[in-house]
């Protein structure tokens, strides 16, 4: 299932909404989704996707901002763990550095 499959599965279920509605244009805002519904969908992405966002949700305003957004989180941390484990780092080591900024000391 794609990531936007994943999502629009989310949107569904919380929101009541018609799959056909969910669009990549699609302004969530218009969806019916308020600022404290985009803070609710970020904590269930988190853990549909088992990651942790810190992001500013202003950024986010159409399905296809949080598809793109967690694409390339998603890519992010695979590249980012298979590097540091190349090295020698775990993939939690590599996760907390991807969550945190800070650099990963051996």
């Known amino acids: 299932m794609s ?10 279920k ?3 909404l018609n799959p056909e509605q969910i669009t990549p ?12 519904g985009i803070a609710e969908l970020m904590f269930n992405i988190e853990d549909e996707f088992g990651l942790v966002l810190e992001l500013d949700s202003t950024q986010i305003t159409s399905f296809g901002d949080v ?9 992010a941390k695979s590249a980012s ?16 550095s991807i969550i945190s900024g800070a650099p990963i000391a051996p």
Do not use: N, P, W
């Open 81 to 96: 763990s298979a590097i540091l484990e190349h090295s020698g780092f775990t993939a939690a080591q590599a996760s907390m």
């Open 3 to 12: 990531t936007a499959e994943r999502i629009r599965a989310i949107l569904v």
């Open 25 to 36: 244009d699609a302004a969530l805002s218009d969806l019916g989704v308020d600022s404290l």
């Open 67 to 75: 598809v793109q957004l967690i694409d390339g989180l998603i890519a």
């Open 14 to 16: 919380d929101y009541k």
